[in-house]
């Protein structure tokens, strides 16, 4: 299998290498493009990664896209897994705190069932 830009981008970014990340941008890779499995480095970005999530986002990367499969979007991930820093950035960069999955969950709802109350709360009160 032929290993694309859009791949190594994925790839980085999810094992949170911000250099590689800037690098491969600047040789072309596409910060929207999807990678061999259907999705863009925002979503499968290594969600502690406050540097990888800023360099994408400054990039462009779109933080509303939804994983086809299950409707999460990179907030309902950061949410999740409790990054307030990661959720604080997607937000400022146009994520929707009211967007659904595909269980009708909002993020603050996957954050609260993850035992992230402070990152609920933080999305409840917007």
Do not use: C, I, Y
């Amino acid at each position: 299998m032929d290993v694309t830009l859009n791949d190594k981008l994925s790839a980085a970014s999810a094992n949170g290498d911000v250099s590689a990340v800037l690098g491969l941008l600047r040789a072309g890779a596409s910060v929207n493009g999807t990678n061999s499995f259907g999705r863009t480095a925002v979503q499968v970005m290594m969600m502690g990664s406050t540097p990888v999530a800023r360099a994408l986002l400054r990039h462009g990367a779109e933080p509303r896209a939804a994983d086809p499969s299950t409707g999460a979007t990179p907030l309902h991930d950061a949410a999740g897994a409790g990054f307030l820093d990661t959720v604080r950035l997607l937000l400022q960069h146009r994520a929707d705190p009211r967007a659904r999955d595909h269980a009708n969950r909002l993020p603050a709802d996957v954050a609260r069932k993850n035992k992230h109350d402070k990152v609920a709360a933080f999305l409840e009160s917007l």
